[in-house]
């Protein structure tokens, strides 16, 4: 369960699912310790390509978690400098048990999540160190401060075989800085590590496709990391949706680490 995307308050964010639509999104905000409070926004779901639906939200001007359920795809996203804590959801109330371990696997603290309402729970860490957490047999790290996409620098947590919406913060195209960077750095190349980099500019209602090994590095759909949005004047960063292979040089997610 992705923890780790920061956003500012009060924004406007527009949020992806790819697949079939069913025309369901639902949004919670988590303010403290207090349980789900439901503040989904009118439904306005549309498609902006074959299988790519778009929800625009406003996103909270406090500090909080937003949990969100697209067509049952499940997103938190932290807004503003809430608390560090770790979300998980199962969907349903039944107690929830985690292991959280250093960096030589030994455990540190465990217990019961706590529940706050629509099949969320959560755990806050004693301490900010670096580890691992445990929960249901899927494991996730615990590695802060968090970087929000506009920052100078970051890392990127890729897992095998799934679609997964990150940003970059450079000026670059998306072939030269993230796949080629990515496959040098695992030693394979991009087209076993990369199946398809997707992007929608909403500024000029362009959706871009990028694949390793197939399209060319000249082509527009080698897209750069930013643009600048003529319609609002100013530089935008491109969020893009990623889908990785069940690559084979390795069985372990991938860190990918940039700078701007």
């Known amino acids: 369960m992705k923890h ?3 956003q500012p308050l009060g924004i406007n ?5 790819n697949g079939t639509n069913v025309d369901e999104f639902e949004m919670w905000e988590l303010v403290g310790d207090g349980d789900a409070n439901d503040i989904t926004p009118t439904v306005n779901i549309t498609e902006v390509a074959t299988g790519l639906y778009k929800q625009t939200v406003t996103l909270p001007e406090h500090d909080c978690i937003v949990f969100m359920k697209f067509n049952g795809d499940v997103m938190f996203l932290r807004v503003g400098v809430p608390v560090v804590e770790m979300m998980w959801y ?3 109330s039944d107690a929830v048990t985690y292991d959280r371990l250093d960096v030589n696997g030994s455990s540190i603290e465990n217990g019961t999540l706590d529940y706050r309402g629509q099949g969320v729970h959560s755990f806050k860490p004693n301490d900010n ?3 691992i957490i445990c929960v249901d047999g899927e494991k996730q790290s615990l590695d802060v401060p968090y970087v929000a996409c506009d920052s100078e620098s970051g890392q990127i947590l890729l897992q095998r075989g799934v679609w997964q919406m990150i940003a970059i913060n ?3 195209k998306v072939a030269e ?3 080629d960077r990515l496959a040098d750095q695992e030693g394979v190349a991009a087209k076993d590590l990369i199946e398809v980099v997707n992007t929608y500019r909403g500024s000029d209602n362009k959706f871009l496709s990028y694949i390793p090994g197939i399209t060319a590095k000249t082509s527009v759909n080698n ?4 643009y ?9 960063i491109s969020a893009f949706w990623v889908k990785t292979r069940e690559w084979a040089h390795t069985a372990d997610d991938i860190i990918y680490t940039w700078e701007k």
């Open 223 to 226: 897209f750069t990391l930013s």
């Open 90 to 92: 199962s969907g349903v």
């Open 228 to 236: 600048n949005d003529e319609s609002e004047s100013n530089r935008e």
């Open 129 to 131: 160190e670096y580890s």
């Open 177 to 179: 800085y993230f796949c």
């Open 4 to 6: 780790n995307s920061t």
């Open 13 to 17: 964010k527009e949020i992806y699912y």
């Open 170 to 172: 450079n000026d670059s």
